[in-house]
């Protein structure tokens, strides 16, 4: 059993906490976060969390042996530098960073301290995306060719100016950060290196500086081709689909709703499934019910205690904050840009 604190408890912070209550492997004991409000003290009371004045009272804390980030991912890279430098093991929600040199720095300083880094990519967790990596490593696919996504939900049309999640500079890209890395992580996950991209984003509805509509083209390094799609002011859905020779399968499911009730966020990520043979009639289903926040969770801490390494390679979150980076550049560019 692993002594977690959670470092930032806004919604997402708050459901990780939820995710792991009655786990055999990982307990939260401890929690840092930057406004205490009425709600915050409520809710550290109820789930038995000790608040402590800072993120560095929480590293010199022996009792608490990893740390959770559910911060602004501009603080990822200096908070998991300073965790693995104080001997804890990290969990970093996602994005890891926005640069492959932030994300090469916190790589870096956990392989020096010998820690465990986890990232909380949780879709690639959910039993429906291994069935689909199996299918595609067997060759049930055939050639594979193209794989898309898209990733929608309102949240940007409740934002307030005020929220970091309103500022540009913590949301380059509109729904590229709180949503569209997940369909990056599996694009690379199942395709391999991304060698380039093409990214248009831009603002149609939403009332704060912040992009609600993005779209982005990939080529991978073994030549599939790839297209990734957000929204931030419409309707929650998520849709990931690959295309092989022998045919194609689609998952379908929601995003992370603000003020959608925990177990809603924390469950249906994955809904109805198909597959589409090249021959034959077509097989849908629908996805098994799975915390797959808990099973991410989980993962990170059974590394920790020596067990099985985090199912996410280091040297793919690295690749992930380089695709993030050069999406954002070629947003500003207007031009296909590589990746670093």
């Known amino acids: 059993m692993i002594n977690a604190a959670i470092v930032g408890l806004g919604w997402w912070g708050r459901t990780l906490v939820e995710s792991a209550q009655g786990s055999d492997f990982i307990r939260f004991v401890r929690a840092a976060t930057r406004t205490v409000s009425p709600e915050v003290k409520a809710f550290a009371d109820t789930y038995k969390l000790r608040l402590a004045e800072s993120f560095d009272a929480l590293l010199k804390d022996s009792n608490v042996?990893?740390?959770?980030?559910?911060?602004?991912?501009?603080?990822?890279?200096?908070?998991?530098?300073?965790?693995?430098?104080?001997?804890?093991?990290?969990?970093?929600?996602?994005?890891?960073?926005?640069?492959?040199?932030?994300?090469?720095?916190?790589?870096?300083?956990?392989?020096?301290?010998?820690?465990?880094?986890?990232?909380?990519?949780?879709?690639?967790?959910?039993?429906?995306?291994?069935?689909?990596?199996?299918?595609?490593?067997?060759?049930?696919?055939?050639?594979?060719?193209?794989?898309?996504?898209?990733?929608?939900?309102?949240?940007?049309?409740?934002?307030?100016?005020?929220?970091?999640?309103?500022?540009?500079?913590?949301?380059?890209?509109?729904?590229?950060?709180?949503?569209?890395?997940?369909?990056?992580?599996?694009?690379?996950?199942?395709?391999?290196?991304?060698?380039?991209?093409?990214?248009?984003?831009?603002?149609?509805?939403?009332?704060?500086?912040?992009?609600?509509?993005t779209s982005i083209l990939f080529r991978m390094k073994e030549g599939m081709s790839g297209y990734l799609g957000t929204l931030t002011a419409t309707g929650a859905g998520f849709s990931f689909q690959v295309f092989g020779s022998k045919g194609w399968v689609r998952l379908e499911g929601m995003t992370h709703v603000a003020g959608a009730s925990s177990e809603e966020r924390r469950t249906r990520l994955f809904g109805t499934c198909k597959f589409q043979p090249s021959k034959g009639d077509a097989e849908v289903w629908q996805a098994e019910t799975l915390d797959a926040g808990r099973a991410t969770l989980e993962a990170f801490a059974n590394a920790a205690s020596g067990g099985p390494a985090f199912p996410i390679p280091l040297d793919q979150m690295i690749h992930g904050a380089a695709v993030t980076e050069a999406v954002i550049r070629s947003a500003g560019s207007g031009k296909v840009e590589k990746v670093g």
Not at 85 to 104: I, M, N, R, Y
Not at 106 to 130: D, I, W
Not at 138 to 165: C, D, I, Y
């Open 65 to 213: 042996q990893a740390v959770v980030l559910c911060t602004p991912h501009s603080m990822h890279t200096r908070q998991v530098v300073a965790a693995a430098q104080a001997g804890k093991h990290v969990f970093c929600e996602k994005p890891f960073a926005l640069t492959k040199s932030d994300a090469e720095r916190a790589v870096e300083a956990s392989r020096k301290a010998g820690v465990t880094l986890g990232l909380g990519y949780n879709r690639r967790f959910h039993p429906e995306m291994t069935k689909l990596r199996d299918r595609i490593r067997s060759g049930g696919l055939g050639v594979m060719m193209h794989v898309e996504a898209t990733m929608t939900f309102p949240n940007a049309l409740m934002l307030k100016p005020t929220q970091w999640r309103a500022n540009r500079e913590e949301t380059p890209c509109g729904g590229l950060t709180p949503m569209g890395v997940h369909a990056i992580d599996g694009i690379i996950d199942l395709c391999g290196a991304i060698d380039q991209v093409y990214c248009q984003s831009f603002r149609r509805v939403v009332e704060i500086d912040s992009d609600d509509t």
